[in-house]
């Protein structure tokens, strides 16, 4: 992923453009910060594909929320094991 300065970009947009088109990804930065992004529109239909399966997901759970672990549930979950005195995993201990 290639990192450009506003000004940079602004200067030299064909080029960037021209590399989105290849599958090139660029970061628009200001002060260091990036405040924006180029990607060629074939990577697009792939962010769109990400998009609704995350949608899915999303409806997939709140559709079952009934039996599923809600997040407090999971947090004591994770927070009793991190509480463990000795917190070495081996395969033994997976039966591997």
Do not use: C
């Not at 997901?57 to 407090?72: G, T």
């Not at 991190?82 to 395969?91: A, G, I, P, Y």
């Amino acid at each position: 992923m290639k990192q450009v300065s506003v000004g940079e970009a602004k200067n030299k947009l064909p080029l960037f453009l021209h590399l989105a088109e290849s599958g090139e990804e660029i970061q628009i930065t200001r002060h260091g910060k990036m405040v924006a992004y180029i990607n060629g529109a074939n990577q697009k239909n792939q962010f769109d594909k990400k998009e609704m399966f995350l949608d899915s997901i999303s409806f997939w759970r709140k559709k079952n929320a009934d039996w599923l672990l809600s997040d407090s549930d999971a947090d004591s979950i994770f927070a009793r094991d991190s509480n463990l005195e000795d917190d070495v995993r081996h395969k033994e201990d997976f039966g591997l």
